[in-house]
């Protein structure tokens, strides 16, 4: 995976925890119990798709600008969006991408939550 930075950018997040679901074979990031990004694993253990939440008319955007971004894999195809590991999608869009995932998910807890996760 060209994108080594993910695992370290998404768990400096505050409240950010992250399990493996054995079953699909992802790495799921969540916050408040619920997942905003995940890696897809393939057969061999190597990562094939980032699959991120964004807002709809944000993820239809990303995927008319680069081919390496496909509606959800496996997912929601409206609200969840997959970027292929080895794609063309450079950093720091994948970067504000993830950001943006974690705050919709974050601004979906109730405030009392919110607070607790913020500080």
């Given at each position: ?84 590991a080895d794609g063309a999608v ?30």
């Open positions: 995976m060209k994108y080594t930075w993910i695992d370290e950018h998404i768990m400096g997040k505050p409240g950010v925890t992250k399990d493996f679901q054995p079953e699909w074979k992802w790495i799921r990031y969540q916050i408040g119990g619920k997942m905003f990004a995940a890696i897809c694993l393939d057969d061999h253990d190597q990562p094939y798709y980032i699959t991120l939440k964004l807002e709809p008319a944000e993820g239809d955007f990303w995927r008319k600008q680069y081919d390496d971004i496909i509606p959800g894999y496996y997912m929601n195809k409206i609200h969840w969006n997959s970027i292929k450079p950093d720091d869009i994948l970067r504000d991408l993830l950001d943006k995932a974690y705050k919709i998910v974050l601004g979906s807890l109730s405030r009392k939550k919110q607070k607790e996760i913020s500080g």
